[in-house]
């Protein structure tokens, strides 16, 4: 029970001082290479205590930051192929849009030539102009024969 | 009896698939980086709601006139700039030579800006971000030296980016991964404008929302975070003593002139593949007033963010100190809180003065840091990735930050290509049998080639001279002689003719009177203070050397005489062309004279170019 425990010599931390002994020689490892080894593996000495570096202090070794972790390939270029794929994989898609667009539009006026040359008997004419190319040409509305309700009397 | 319309010249022209389409075009063109990372800065020190005031006064007088004056040229006589300014009137297609050259430089290190977009979109798909640790020198023992000695933000930008070098002079070698970089961003830049507007149309509609869409979430989240409150007051505290002094007034005159894109030949480009008759005078005023209020709502979320990072910059401080204090007077844990800290200070201070003195304590104030001031790319890549990494979540924040910035960049390449590819296609000098997808990709293999210089170690720098030089000057000039241009060789009365036939209406005393007198006048008290404000100072750039004494400042050193020839070349080879082919016509002119078959040309009307 917690009253069954005295506390005396009260101090405001919990602090200790310790040495570290070689296990072959019967002598302390000196200051120098257990601060080095502390600063090495800080976080594991912390997660023993369960405390961070804010809530356990060593006396004049400053927390470091623990070795990032660096993958083998670098996530980046992985990144960076899949874009690269998507972007060329559209210009070839419109450039053969393109291409196939130009050979139709070709295709038909040459179409439209081979009818001209050939027998202008075996095509409908009207005028010595053949009925195709006067739906393809592009016409002027003659304003004064169009069909305007206007112009016509109502009953 | 109603006559007919007559039906329209088949002139195989491209045409908008709808007039959103169009409008949407000349808003991304318009709404860019600057809108994000100049606006705000400008705001913030030419004291912020204060700064309003000039900058709508400059909109009124300045920017929409002049943006109604290229809508309506390019929509009335259909052609892009180089056409369009010889049909007005041969001595004056210098000025169309002028923006497309403009257009052309810009194009080039804009796209090198978006590259270090892009590189830094790919690496935000990593846990941890990269810049956020430092990694470890040669022999492992501790931290790379540079990165300690500045952040990781700063390392990771200054060297794992561009790789810079100390010194202008000293080239460097290319960086390869920014090559790779640089190559994706002209193939995305030659897929969306491969056909001209047909392809460019359906790209818009993605790359000139989503910015606002990433806007908005950035706003919602920003006004969450804490401190955002102290930015946002900051930034809007109105400070009207500033406005006695006459550089802001330059500011936000240079400000609203290159955030509209006005004089790249663009807007004219965008609108020449408008129908005849469309209103000009509503597009105009509608673009103007969404470029506006994009840059305040894109400034919101930009000072939320930075308000935040001043403030966990603040409590890092203070924790330190109050850690620091803990440990050198054995207090308990939670004695001393962020609240109660100046009070405990001040009583130990007075009670203990030798000690706290020894501890050297860093004084924190929440002004000083959110006085830390930024434009530009430093904003973007060092500020905003730093407070990126102090969010919740910050893959999904980097990677929605850099598509905004991407997006952004892209409309205006869009703007800027048009402005390069539309005069090339119009001049009898290209044959016609040339598909369009070839000339913009010669066009876009071309600028990545000369790009490549760039991405040499000493690139930022030079980044900063095109930035500096042939972005700024050229395209004042060649907006005024655009006003005068238009205003005294084609005559305001003949253009209101023209735009009364476009839109219906005559333009009222308002354009009548910035046409004629406010916008000229105007734009050459800009020019001249601006070329005696750059004449001023000496031109020296900052340059970072881990080697400098004082790093991490930088250093700031001069340019050698053969960098500032080029910086006066950059500045004056557009403008020259102007005094060039006005010459070159008045020449044949005299030669032409003494020729007695010789019949001048018409003079040209809107309206006749479109019956």
């Given at each position: 029970?917690?009253?069954?425990?005295?506390?005396?010599?009260?101090?405001?931390?919990?602090?200790?001082?310790?040495?570290?002994?070689?296990?072959?020689?019967?002598?302390?490892?000196?200051?120098?290479?257990?601060?080095?080894?502390?600063?090495?593996?800080?976080?594991?000495?912390?997660?023993?205590?369960?405390?961070?570096?804010?809530?356990?202090?060593?006396?004049?070794?400053?927390?470091?930051?623990?070795?990032?972790?660096?993958?083998?390939?670098?996530?980046?270029?992985?990144?960076?192929?899949?874009?690269?794929?998507?972007?060329?994989?559209?210009?070839?898609?419109?450039?053969?849009?393109?291409?196939?667009?130009?050979?139709?539009?070709?295709?038909?006026?040459?179409?439209?030539?081979?009818?001209?040359?050939?027998?202008?008997?075996?095509?409908?004419?009207?005028?010595?102009?053949?009925?195709?190319?006067?739906?393809?040409?592009?016409?002027?509305?003659?304003?004064?024969?169009?069909?305007?309700?206007?112009?016509?009397?109502?009953? | 009896?109603?006559?007919?319309?007559?039906?329209?010249?088949?002139?195989?022209?491209?045409?908008?698939?709808?007039?959103?389409?169009?409008?949407?075009?000349?808003?991304?063109?318009?709404?860019?980086?600057?809108?994000?990372?100049?606006?705000?800065?400008?705001?913030?020190?030419?004291?912020?709601?204060?700064?309003?005031?000039?900058?709508?006064?400059?909109?009124?007088?300045?920017?929409?006139?002049?943006?109604?004056?290229?809508?309506?040229?390019?929509?009335?006589?259909?052609?892009?700039?180089?056409?369009?300014?010889?049909?007005?009137?041969?001595?004056?297609g210098g000025i169309g030579v002028g923006s497309w050259m403009?257009?052309?430089?810009?194009?080039?290190?804009?796209?090198?800006?978006?590259?270090?977009?892009?590189?830094?979109?790919?690496?935000?798909?990593?846990?941890?971000?990269?810049?956020?640790?430092?990694?470890?020198?040669?022999?492992?023992?501790?931290?790379?030296?540079?990165?300690?000695?500045?952040?990781?933000?700063?390392?990771?930008?200054?060297?794992?980016?561009?790789?810079?070098?100390?010194?202008?002079?000293?080239?460097?070698?290319?960086?390869?991964?920014?090559?790779?970089?640089?190559?994706?961003?002209?193939?995305?830049?030659?897929?969306?404008?491969?056909?001209?507007?047909?392809?460019?149309?359906?790209?818009?509609?993605?790359?000139?929302?989503?910015?606002?869409?990433?806007?908005?979430?950035?706003?919602?989240?920003?006004?969450?975070?804490?401190?955002?409150?102290?930015?946002?007051?900051?930034?809007?505290?109105?400070?009207?003593?500033?406005?006695?002094?006459?550089?802001?007034?330059?500011?936000?005159?240079?400000?609203?002139?290159?955030?509209?894109?006005?004089?790249?030949?663009?807007?004219?480009?965008?609108?020449?593949?408008?129908?005849?008759?469309?209103?000009?005078?509503?597009?105009?005023?509608?673009?103007?007033?969404?470029?506006?209020?994009?840059?305040?709502?894109?400034?919101?979320?930009?000072?939320?963010?930075?308000?935040?990072?001043?403030?966990?910059?603040?409590?890092?401080?203070?924790?330190?100190?109050?850690?620091?204090?803990?440990?050198?007077?054995?207090?308990?844990?939670?004695?001393?809180?962020?609240?109660?800290?100046?009070?405990?200070?001040?009583?130990?201070?007075?009670?203990?003065?030798?000690?706290?003195?020894?501890?050297?304590?860093?004084?924190?104030?929440?002004?000083?840091?959110?006085?830390?001031?930024?434009?530009?790319?430093?904003?973007?890549?060092?500020?905003?990735?730093?407070?990126?990494?102090?969010?919740?979540?910050?893959?999904?924040?980097?990677?929605?930050?850099?598509?905004?910035?991407?997006?952004?960049?892209?409309?205006?390449?869009?703007?800027?290509?048009?402005?390069?590819?539309?005069?090339?296609?119009?001049?009898?000098?290209?044959?016609?049998?040339?598909?369009?997808?070839?000339?913009?990709?010669?066009?876009?293999?071309?600028?990545?080639?000369?790009?490549?210089?760039?991405?040499?170690?000493?690139?930022?720098?030079?980044i900063d001279i095109f930035d500096s030089y042939s972005g700024?000057?050229?395209?004042?000039?060649?907006?005024?002689?655009?006003?005068?241009?238009?205003?005294?060789?084609?005559?305001?009365?003949?253009?209101?003719?023209?735009?009364?036939?476009?839109?219906?209406?005559?333009?009222?005393?308002?354009?009548?009177?910035?046409?004629?007198?406010?916008?000229?006048?105007?734009?050459?008290?800009?020019?001249?203070?601006?070329?005696?404000?750059?004449?001023?100072?000496?031109?020296?750039?900052?340059?970072?050397?881990?080697?400098?004494?004082?790093?991490?400042?930088?250093?700031?050193?001069?340019?050698?005489?053969?960098?500032?020839?080029?910086?006066?070349?950059?500045?004056?080879?557009?403008?020259?062309?102007?005094?060039?082919?006005?010459?070159?016509?008045?020449?044949?002119?005299?030669?032409?004279?003494?020729?007695?078959?010789?019949?001048?040309?018409?003079?040209?009307?809107?309206?006749?170019?479109?019956?």
């Amino acid at each position: 029970r917690i009253s069954n425990v005295l506390l005396c010599n009260v101090t405001d931390r919990v602090s200790f001082w310790f040495v570290v002994t070689d296990p072959k020689n019967v002598t302390t490892v000196p200051g120098r290479e257990v601060e080095a080894a502390i600063r090495m593996s800080r976080s594991r000495i912390n997660s023993a205590f369960l405390l961070s570096d804010k809530t356990l202090q060593f006396l004049k070794i400053t927390s470091t930051l623990s070795p990032p972790v660096e993958p083998s390939t670098p996530v980046w270029l992985i990144v960076f192929g899949v874009v690269l794929c998507l972007i060329v994989a559209g210009i070839v898609f419109l450039i053969i849009a393109g291409i196939r667009q130009h050979k139709k539009k070709n295709k038909d006026s040459t179409e439209r030539e081979n009818l001209e040359e050939k027998g202008e008997a075996s095509v409908t004419a009207e005028n010595g102009i053949p009925c195709e190319t006067l739906d393809l040409k592009a016409g002027h509305i003659n304003g004064v024969f169009a069909a305007d309700d206007e112009r016509f009397t109502s009953l | 009896l109603s006559v007919p319309p007559e039906t329209p010249k088949e002139d195989g022209r491209p045409k908008w698939d709808n007039k959103f389409q169009y409008i949407l075009s000349c808003i991304g063109f318009a709404v860019g980086l600057g809108n994000v990372w100049r606006f705000p800065y400008l705001c913030q020190i030419h004291g912020g709601g204060a700064f309003l005031i000039p900058y709508f006064i400059a909109l009124l007088f300045e920017g929409i006139p002049l943006l109604h004056l290229e809508l309506a040229l390019g929509q009335c006589l259909r052609k892009g700039s180089i056409g369009a300014w010889n049909t007005i009137s041969p001595y004056l297609g210098g000025i169309g030579v002028g923006s497309w050259m403009v257009s052309l430089l810009i194009s080039l290190y804009y796209n090198t800006i978006l590259t270090w977009v892009m590189w830094y979109f790919i690496n935000s798909f990593q846990e941890p971000l990269p810049w956020s640790v430092c990694p470890l020198n040669e022999n492992r023992t501790g931290l790379n030296e540079e990165c300690y000695e500045s952040t990781s933000v700063n390392y990771f930008w200054y060297r794992k980016t561009l790789n810079i070098t100390p010194d202008v002079t000293e080239s460097g070698t290319l960086q390869w991964w920014l090559i790779l970089c640089l190559a994706a961003c002209w193939a995305i830049v030659y897929l969306c404008t491969i056909r001209g507007i047909e392809t460019t149309g359906k790209a818009i509609y993605v790359t000139a929302i989503f910015p606002y869409l990433v806007l908005t979430i950035f706003l919602i989240h920003g006004l969450t975070l804490p401190g955002a409150t102290d930015g946002l007051v900051y930034l809007f505290t109105p400070n009207l003593n500033t406005l006695k002094n006459p550089r802001v007034w330059l500011d936000a005159a240079t400000q609203i002139f290159f955030s509209l894109s006005l004089a790249f030949g663009g807007l004219i480009a965008f609108s020449s593949y408008n129908p005849p008759k469309n209103d000009c005078e509503k597009d105009a005023v509608t673009v103007a007033v969404v470029n506006s209020v994009t840059s305040l709502y894109a400034s919101i979320p930009v000072f939320s963010v930075l308000g935040f990072k001043a403030t966990t910059g603040y409590w890092d401080c203070l924790d330190r100190n109050i850690i620091n204090i803990i440990n050198e007077f054995d207090l308990p844990e939670e004695t001393i809180m962020r609240q109660n800290y100046t009070a405990w200070l001040s009583f130990l201070n007075s009670s203990y003065p030798e000690k706290i003195a020894g501890l050297k304590l860093k004084s924190c104030d929440l002004q000083e840091f959110l006085d830390q001031s930024v434009s530009g790319t430093g904003l973007a890549f060092i500020i905003f990735t730093q407070s990126i990494i102090l969010m919740p979540g910050s893959q999904a924040w980097a990677i929605l930050f850099f598509i905004m910035l991407f997006s952004l960049g892209l409309s205006s390449m869009f703007g800027m290509i048009e402005g390069v590819f539309t005069p090339l296609l119009e001049l009898r000098i290209i044959s016609k049998s040339i598909p369009k997808e070839l000339l913009s990709g010669i066009i876009c293999l071309m600028c990545f080639l000369i790009a490549l210089c760039f991405t040499l170690g000493s690139g930022s720098y030079w980044i900063d001279i095109f930035d500096s030089y042939s972005g700024s000057l050229a395209l004042l000039v060649i907006a005024f002689f655009e006003v005068i241009g238009v205003a005294y060789v084609y005559k305001v009365k003949r253009f209101s003719k023209d735009v009364k036939w476009m839109t219906g209406r005559k333009p009222n005393l308002y354009w009548q009177i910035t046409w004629r007198f406010i916008s000229p006048l105007l734009l050459l008290i800009v020019l001249v203070s601006f070329v005696t404000l750059q004449i001023q100072k000496a031109p020296s750039y900052a340059a970072w050397n881990p080697k400098y004494e004082g790093f991490p400042m930088k250093e700031e050193k001069v340019y050698p005489a053969w960098v500032l020839a080029i910086c006066v070349l950059l500045a004056v080879l557009p403008c020259v062309f102007i005094p060039l082919v006005a010459l070159f016509h008045l020449i044949k002119r005299m030669c032409r004279s003494k020729d007695p078959s010789f019949v001048p040309p018409e003079v040209f009307s809107c309206q006749e170019a479109n019956s």
